[in-house]
């Protein structure tokens, strides 16, 4: 047994303990008891701060989701041609992803199992579509090659975006967020060939 | 209690059975009784098979390991400009990907809990090296752009690559293997916009 420490947690700083134990076990898999464990507190200490852990699920990924919807509503996504606001969109999509990467990493590996989990997929779904539309526009436009299809081009480029949860770990040093996405707006958008379009 | 139907799995058959299921509950999660019930025979007939799941795993990660090590050895891979292999790399196990969904999918979430886990995983690790050497052949004949780094582009080319276990379905119709292969090769290494490198 273990002595339960003082309960100095902040919503914030209980969350992010949650956050860490539901990406390591599953959101399914994690118990009260695996959170009260974590955090060092009984359950009722947690329960004084939420009324459960699918509250703390929705507080997470309520950050997650505020951080990448908030990107569509910066100046370089709302004005100018629509490539080039694709580009700031894929750009700071990166950046939030890295800066909020637990609450990111646990909105992309959500199931759908509860009324939370669905309500996480369906805005997930929503930022997607919206992303797609700004896709579509830039080939409409003609800035964007005709033979790859934009329904394809928007799903490789979320795989490519996404696929940083399962690698990036800041303390490997080197990579900034920045760097990563300069990588992927360059990959996506010229290629990684030195002739390309040539 | 439903009735056991008749033993006339071949060890392919049944595989196909085991991988569906793991796939679905994961391996750690699937017990011989789930094997049991999704294939409709008893534990014991599964038994006259193989050894357990623990074979039946290695059996699906061999197929999806051997499909993707055989493209390294095709005359595409092994002759010619190394930006010119790479692609071909790219394109092939894009298609092997597709064509072995199942059993790619299952080698891709393996999580290192067992002997077997952590010999796929070294397996993975080994074709992910094989295919960034020829990446940075590429990059040092001057084929590649410098200003991303080898690592990254590797991981964002199998970032790319990778997502397609998550979101295609055959039955959907539309996309064959080769459209996708076509899409994620003019993507990654032409790049989306029309006036890429101009």
């Known amino acids: 047994m273990t002595m339960a420490k003082r309960d ?24 009260m008891e695996h959170l009260s464990r974590a955090a060092g507190i009984s359950k009722s200490s947690i329960y004084h701060h939420v009324k459960g852990k699918e509250e703390l ?20 996504a ?31 590996r959500v199931r759908g199992n509860t009324a939370t989990e669905r309500w996480a997929l369906e805005r997930r779904r929503e930022f997607d579509h ?30 490519m975006i996404n696929s940083i949860v399962e690698w990036y770990r800041p303390e490997r040093g080197g990579a900034t967020s920045a760097t990563v996405a300069d990588a992927v707006v360059r990959t996506a958008f010229a290629g990684l060939r030195t002739d390309a379009g040539a």
Chains 1, 2 share one sequence.
């Open 8 to 31: 100095t947690y902040t919503p914030e700083s209980l969350l992010a303990v949650a956050v860490e134990v539901f990406n390591e076990r599953g959101y399914d898999g994690t118990s």
């Open 57 to 76: 699920l929705r507080l997470a990924i309520s950050r997650a989701l505020d951080g990448l919807f908030a990107v569509l509503d910066e100046p370089g």
């Open 78 to 108: 709302t004005g100018g041609r629509a490539v080039d606001r694709l580009e700031h969109v894929t750009r700071r999509t990166v950046e939030v992803l890295i800066e909020e990467l637990p609450y990111v990493t646990l909105l992309l």
């Open 130 to 159: 919206r992303v797609a539309a700004l896709l579509e526009r830039a080939a409409a436009d003609g800035d964007l090659r005709a033979d790859v299809d934009g329904r394809l081009a928007t799903r490789l480029l979320f795989g």
